[in-house]
């Protein structure tokens, strides 16, 4: 029995260290070529470094440069004492955070399941509030600019 106590602990953080799709993060992450920085988050679809490049090619793709936002991936539930409601996620000033609570994978939100793609559209979604907000001091909450529909328009215009 003591021989396969460690090789069944093996096994059970070889599985979760594996799964490809869902990542967690314990302590802040920062890239020092864009300025971007994840706080402790878990619950995510996509790696830091998939948000890295998802915001480089944020900046490309709008024309526009900007120091990058702060990122967390939080229970709207429990974080904000639900008071923003079934939102993807939201920027206010630097800083984006990402809703955790569509759930799983089998979740349905807005005709959409959270998955990779949904994440990394929210993500592209609110770098362009960011990156806005930056250049021009307004994060266009009305969704004006036709940046939203050349580089990222979200999982849902009303995000």
């Known amino acids: 029995m003591k021989k396969l106590l460690p090789f069944v602990l093996i096994l059970l953080v070889g599985c ?32 830091f470094p998939e948000m890295v490049a998802a915001y480089l ?44 609570d569509l759930g799983e994978p089998e979740y349905e939100a807005y005709g959409f399941y959270r998955n990779k793609e949904t994440d990394l559209a929210v993500l592209k979604h609110e770098y362009i509030h960011s990156i806005l907000y930056y250049n021009t001091g307004d994060g266009d909450s009305s969704h004006s600019s036709e940046m939203y529909e050349l580089c990222g328009l979200g999982v849902s215009i009303n995000n």
Do not use: R
Request: overall charge negative; some cysteine.
């Open 16 to 47: 979760s260290v594996d799964n490809p799709t869902q990542h967690m993060s314990t302590e802040a992450q920062y890239d020092e070529a864009t300025g971007l920085t994840l706080h402790p988050s878990d619950n995510m679809w996509v790696s």
């Open 57 to 100: 090619e944020t900046e490309a793709c709008m024309g526009m440069t900007a120091p990058a936002p702060e990122v967390y991936f939080k229970s709207f539930d429990d974080y904000f004492n639900g008071g923003i409601g079934a939102v993807w996620g939201f920027h206010t000033k630097g800083t984006i955070y990402v809703n955790t």
